[in-house]
């Protein structure tokens, strides 16, 4: 894992840490740790430096015919980086829109393509299975899912070997909370109050 990113994502404030006073994720957890990469897209060298990142990670899947993002997390670096790569995008929504043609799937057809999916962030690892599941129902060969961080959860890891979905990231929390402790941003307790909370989910 790159423990530059994980100076980075503290260095731009994209993470916050507060083992005292937890933070609720969407899913209605409270959680000790809170991780928002879209604070990346308002930092240019940051931005840079991620997406470099994630186009060398790709090479680990091989030659990909389409980048696709997550909407809507995923979707501007799945553009930059399919961009850089002169190659076409596409984004998968969370459902099908209620209008129009009622496409889950916007962008470059994928049907028959070698795909690559671009995650911002990892926790259960439902929204880019779901993405996954949905580009493989259309036809797409998913080579695999890159994200920038992860929380490290055991079990997104079996949802993905279950799913056959190999998944690379910039970033875990074991790597980022070791900067943290080494930066004093958490002391040592608090560093294991927050893995205690990750490996009791």
């Not at 995650?119 to 259309?138: C, M, P, W």
């Amino acid at each position: 894992m790159y423990s530059s990113v994980a100076h980075t994502l503290l260095d731009i404030d994209a993470v916050k840490l507060s083992p005292s006073e937890p933070f609720t994720w969407a899913s209605g957890i409270k959680s000790p740790i809170y991780c928002d990469n879209r604070q990346i897209l308002g930092d240019v060298e940051a931005h840079r430096k991620v997406i470099q990142l994630l186009i060398e990670e790709l090479g680990k899947f091989g030659e990909t015919d389409i980048i696709t993002g997550t909407a809507t997390a995923g979707i501007p670096h799945a553009t930059l980086i399919a961009d850089r790569l002169g190659k076409p995008s596409a984004y998968v929504r969370g459902s099908k829109k209620a209008h129009g043609t009622a496409r889950q799937i916007e962008g470059a057809a994928v049907a028959g393509k070698r795909v690559i999916v671009i995650e911002d962030l990892i926790s259960t690892g439902g929204s880019s299975l779901n993405a996954v599941e949905v580009l493989r129902a259309d036809g797409a060969e998913v080579l695999g899912v890159a994200a920038i961080f992860s929380y490290g959860i055991e079990g997104a890891s079996q949802k993905f070997a279950e799913a056959g979905c190999a998944c690379t990231v910039l970033c875990d929390l074991d790597t980022l909370l070791g900067v943290a402790e080494e930066r004093g941003v958490l002391d040592t307790a608090g560093a294991q109050a927050v893995r205690t909370f990750r490996d009791g989910l």
